[in-house]
């Protein structure tokens, strides 16, 4: 059974920063790509940044403002998020496109999201 565990999330002022962590766990042979997503409610979940070996993206709502990371001997990625604003205001969730031991097939899964307020 792999399992994604995000971390990091909580109540932060406008201007301020956070550090989100996404820890993957299980009988993993390669994790692929890594990606965070946001959404808040009503509303489609958003892909806010991604990251591969070869490439990392992001919404251009966070460009400039939000960085995200890996490390592969972990299986850990992170999005440190600066300059928060209150449409920053999201539960986050991490994405992992993984090829398990058992499979060597790529599999998608999700962690279960950790809430991010702003306050104006």
């Known amino acids: 059974q792999i399992q994604l565990v995000e971390s990091g999330g909580g109540l932060v002022q406008a201007g301020g920063s956070l550090r989100l962590s996404c820890a993957a766990s299980g009988r993993i042979f390669r994790i692929n790509r890594m990606a965070w997503y946001r959404q808040v409610p009503g509303k489609e979940r958003d892909l806010v940044a991604s990251?591969?070996?070869?490439?990392?993206n992001y919404a251009d709502s966070v460009k400039g403002r939000f960085t995200i990371s890996r490390d592969n001997a972990k299986n850990t990625a992170y999005l440190q998020m600066n300059t928060l604003k209150p449409e920053d205001t999201a539960v986050y969730y991490c994405?992992?496109?993984?090829?398990?031991?058992?499979?060597?097939?790529?599999?998608?899964?999700w962690g279960q999201g950790t809430q991010v307020t702003v306050s104006s």
């Open positions: 990251i591969s070996d070869e490439s990392t």
């Open positions: 994405k992992a496109h993984v090829m398990p031991i058992s499979s060597r097939m790529e599999y998608s899964y």
